[in-house]
């Protein structure tokens, strides 16, 4: 009960920091934590498809730059398109694609799996590169509208620098609740189950592609939320969105932050973000290099993360209670 009520009061405490970011920070300062908070959900989507199912993928940038291209042209091409309808059709969409390739992908694990995923991730980077009449090419496509958030009889809200930070905030802890929410279902202990031994559910007589199926195309659709909030972030929906190093920048932010805590990538994903905001201008390339470096020390001398050495300091500032059981008593 104590340690429930220890997590409750830090997630409130962090969501009244976030809250409260624009009150005493610059536009500079705002958009740079709504990037990061952005990278982070981006980088538990692939944690929840990692350590709640098993599946480790090196191409999962595929859904997300797919995300913010859908959203990115659908606002550009589609008059007077809702806010709201605008970031949903990047969901559907990358949902939509992971769906489609699920024959092939579902149905293979382990190394196999990370590769053809990888390859469907250059694939879509380069076709990216090369349909200018749909995707802008290296332009990608830009300066496209940005409409109110609008709810018919409630409110109108304009999307500016403060207005769509807030709006974006909520997605994210609404998409990041909703996979967690996802994970307490008996469809998500089963998942679970595949990761520890497919070959045991198989003989239970459970389908395990199919299985397999929900916890890709939910992770794709929620990585494509990312993307397609990421794109109205920055008012342009480029090849970067879709680029092979994304993806490997969101496993060694789940790596680093901790893949065994569900909001580990977000630790990770904020790591990186301030490694990369004090290195740029001055050592070209100096944040990845960094990054590279973090992460051999995490994995040869803290596998569990920077969640497993914040979780090992709070527990030794608020030490668990111990309780002792005799004879049926509690004391």
């Not at 409750?8 to 536009?27: E, H, N, Q, Y």
């Not at 395990?208 to 199926?213: A, H, K, L, Q, R």
């Not at 740029?280 to 040869?300: D, P, Q, R, S, T």
């Amino acid at each position: 009960m104590v340690e429930k009520y220890k997590m409750k009061v830090l997630i409130a405490a962090s969501l009244v920091f976030f809250l409260a970011v624009p009150g005493f920070t610059d536009i500079v300062a705002m958009n740079w934590f709504l990037a990061s908070a952005l990278l982070g959900l981006f980088s538990v989507t692939l944690n929840f498809m990692m350590s709640n199912g098993g599946l480790v993928t090196f191409g999962h940038a595929l859904y997300h730059g797919i995300g913010g291209y859908a959203t990115a042209i659908a606002l550009d091409r589609i008059a007077d398109l809702p806010l709201l309808v605008s970031v949903l059709i990047g969901g559907l969409v990358s949902g939509f694609v992971a769906l489609l390739l699920c024959p092939v992908i579902s149905r293979i694990r382990g190394h196999s799996f990370a590769l053809v995923n990888l390859a469907f991730c250059y694939l879509a980077w380069a076709y990216s590169n090369r349909a200018k009449d749909l995707t802008g090419g290296d332009d990608g496509v830009a300066f496209f509208p940005m409409p109110p958030l609008r709810i018919p009889g409630l409110v109108e809200i304009e999307m500016d620098d403060t207005g769509f930070y807030y709006f974006a905030m909520t997605i994210i802890a609404l998409s990041i609740w909703a996979m967690w929410f996802f994970t307490q279902t008996p469809l998500g202990s089963l998942l679970y189950c595949i990761r520890e031994n497919d070959r045991r559910i198989r003989y239970l007589g459970i389908h395990v592609p199919f299985s397999s199926t929900y916890i890709i195309v939910i992770s794709a659709f929620f990585a494509g939320i990312a993307g397609s909030l990421l794109a109205m972030l920055l008012n342009i929906a480029s090849v970067e969105l879709i680029s092979v190093p994304l993806s490997f920048i969101a496993v060694a932010a789940v790596m680093l932050g901790g893949r065994g805590f569900f909001l580990g990538p977000l630790f990770g994903a904020i790591i990186f973000s301030s490694i990369r905001l004090h290195t740029e201008g001055i050592w070209l390339g100096g944040a990845e290099m960094i990054l590279g470096a973090l992460l051999v020390l995490v994995i040869l001398f803290s596998p569990e993360g920077a969640s497993g050495i914040i979780a090992r300091v709070w527990n030794k500032i608020f030490p668990q209670e111990k309780t002792l059981v005799r004879k049926g008593k509690t004391v």
